[in-house]
């Protein structure tokens, strides 16, 4: 767990720190809890939601980012269940802006071979920004290149909730035996299904918590804290990121040399 950036590569240019990354070692999954954005506009002097329009640059950047390093899948948290709580002219403008984004990126999405997902209580969305979503789900579904999945009205312990309910039901109507439930099992009935659990985990503003984001998902992700705010976090904090990760020894619960000295039999 780290707060801060990767130490010694601060001064390094974007090229020198595209270098230092060993290809061979990058996450295949990044989880992404886009904070800060209105604090951002607010030292700005600047209505909440402009923070949130410029961060949607930094999606775009980080998002052309994995596609050009070969990671597979980016899951970013963009509303939970808890944003509904927020003022009601606020959440408007955010579903306006998602409508946005999903209009005018529809095309670059399928350009650069990207499939759109959305996890959480999708339903529960004004009609229209569901009808977006649907949409940009149904129009890049055959495709593979990055898998962008994008948590709406989402929380981890709701996800968990939805998936022992669905798997009772299951139980109930004799397609699943109760002795077979193990977790692999329940990880199927998650939304995250299909793909591998997140590698690394970032959250932008300082903030070092995981905010009822991908609760199951996280148990061995590394994580990142940074107090960069979301809308200045731009391909070169990515970078720093991705090296901090790469410096770390994951072991999954498991030692990889003792300590310990050798047990005699004699």
């Not at 939601?49 to 961060?55: F, M, S, V």
């Not at 350009?111 to 999708?122: D, N, T």
């Not at 009808?131 to 962008?148: G, N, P, S």
Request: glycine share 6%; net charge negative.
């Amino acid at each position: 767990m780290t707060k801060g950036t990767a130490t010694g590569t601060e001064h390094l240019s974007e090229t020198e720190l595209l270098s230092l990354l060993d290809p061979e070692t990058l996450p295949k999954h990044i989880a992404i809890i886009m904070d800060g954005n209105g604090r951002w506009a607010e030292l700005r002097g600047l209505p909440r939601i402009a923070g949130h329009q410029e961060g949607l640059n930094s999606v775009r950047d980080i998002m052309t980012l994995c596609g050009e390093l070969g990671i597979p899948a980016l899951t970013i948290y963009a509303f939970s269940q808890e944003n509904w709580k927020r003022p009601i002219p606020e959440i408007n403008a955010l579903m306006m802006l998602l409508e946005q984004y999903l209009q005018t990126e529809m095309e670059t999405l399928i350009e650069k071979g990207v499939r759109f997902r959305a996890i959480g209580r999708v339903s529960t969305l004004p009609p229209s920004a569901l009808q977006w979503v649907r949409k940009a789900e149904h129009a890049t579904a055959h495709l593979d290149k990055l898998i962008l999945t994008v948590a709406l009205s989402y929380g981890g312990r709701s996800e968990i909730v939805d998936a022992v309910r669905r798997l009772a039901q299951d139980s109930k109507a004799g397609l699943v035996e109760p002795e077979a439930i193990d977790e692999t099992l329940l990880e199927s009935y998650l939304s995250t299904q299909g793909l591998p659990d997140p590698d690394l985990l970032i959250r932008t503003s300082g903030e070092a918590r995981i905010s009822n984001f991908l609760l199951w998902q996280l148990a061995y992700t590394e994580m990142y804290f940074t107090p960069t705010l979301w809308p200045d976090f731009r391909r070169r904090e990515a970078l720093l990121a991705l090296l901090d990760y790469q410096r770390r020894e994951r072991r999954f619960g498991q030692v990889t040399h003792s300590s310990f000295p050798p047990i005699s039999c004699d």
